[in-house]
């Protein structure tokens, strides 16, 4: 039956307005100082065929030549905003009228995140008040956008196997609160999970073939579950965590993932191919993961360009492309 669902679901991917092709997105991040104008970087999504993208702050500029473009776009809000706008009715309304209302009739917003990776961490307390202050001030616009926040793989205290995955101490908290909201709401939990991380922090209990969806991996069994490969695995033990706290109704999107191209032995350009195009054929299946088969797991690649304001080695080399445009590798993005 399972079998037969995954079967189903992938026909009515070809038959359905490219459903799973629209779950594929690309992080487009800011921090260079000789990165392609708004215009040019809008341009070279559409001629991929990449319709969704993440952005980590409201740019008027990057917003504006989105304007028309049909591409869907998840919008981040900077983490020093969130206590006053968790504090501040009226900020959280100032902040949607700036930064939302005069783009709502041209550019397809679909997801507001408030903050990126802030817990665990002293901003934590203030997601959930954000999240809330933000969604009664879009409904309030008539601009109903779905609030959500980032987590980061250690919201959690277990992560194996993914049937034990559950929120540390330190989160469960505050984790009960937002996952309350989402369920409320029908929104969903929206995950960073690393699998490059994950290997080389422990290279000897998690390989490279698992991490890279290498076919040849031999994987891990939970159950009657059958992991194999590590991002699955990753937002299954999420998946589980939420469940334990009343979240099962909640979906995950992952907002990024990736591969870096340099910087150490395992952040090579091949590996860094591998992972995405394995990655994006996965999601484009829509095949899901064993806890949720069936269900494509929107999904966002890190990132649009290397970008060298960032600290030195592998986070300045997760591009797709160059600041010039030109490929740091090919991706075999689905064509319409």
């Not at 991929?48 to 917003?63: A, E, H, M, S, T």
């Not at 991996?217 to 706290?245: P, R, W």
């Not at 490929?327 to 319409?336: A, G, Q, W």
């Amino acid at each position: 039956m399972e079998r037969l669902c995954v079967v189903l679901f992938t026909i009515a991917c070809i038959l359905s307005t490219n459903s799973c092709t629209r779950a594929i997105g690309v992080n487009y991040g800011f921090l260079g100082d000789n990165l392609p104008t708004p215009a040019n970087v809008v341009a070279l999504l559409k001629s991929r065929n990449i319709q969704k993208i993440r952005i980590f702050n409201p740019n008027p500029d990057v917003l504006t030549a989105l304007g028309g473009s049909g591409i869907e776009v998840v919008l981040g809000v900077r983490n020093e905003n969130l206590e006053e706008l968790a504090s501040d009715a009226t900020a959280a309304a100032r902040w949607v009228n700036i930064n939302v209302t005069p783009y709502k009739s041209s550019v397809k917003f679909t997801y507001i995140s408030a903050g990126n990776e802030v817990i665990p961490g002293p901003l934590a307390g203030n997601v959930l008040g954000a999240m809330q202050n933000l969604d009664a001030a879009l409904n309030a616009a008539n601009s109903p956008i779905p609030v959500s926040t980032v987590v980061p793989m250690q919201v959690l205290d277990t992560s194996f196997p993914p049937s034990n995955g559950k929120f540390s101490d330190e989160t469960a908290a505050t984790m009960q609160g937002i996952v309350g909201f989402l369920t409320a709401k029908k929104a969903p939990l929206l995950l960073n999970a690393y699998p490059f991380f994950a290997h080389t922090g422990d290279p000897t209990n998690v390989p490279l073939d698992y991490a890279l969806f290498v076919g040849n991996s031999a994987g891990i069994n939970d159950g009657s579950l059958h992991y194999t490969n590590l991002l699955d695995a990753m937002v299954d033990s999420v998946y589980s965590a939420l469940e334990k706290v009343g979240g099962s109704t909640v979906d995950i999107v992952v907002s990024e993932t990736g591969w870096p191209s340099a910087g150490n032995t395992d952040a090579a350009v091949e590996n860094a191919k591998t992972y995405t195009n394995n990655l994006v054929s996965h999601v484009a299946s829509g095949q899901g993961t064993p806890k949720r088969p069936g269900k494509a797991l929107e999904t966002y690649i890190f990132a649009m360009f290397n970008e060298n304001l960032k600290p030195a080695g592998v986070e300045r080399n997760f591009g797709l492309y160059y600041p010039d445009m030109t490929e740091v590798y090919h991706v075999n993005f689905p064509s319409s």
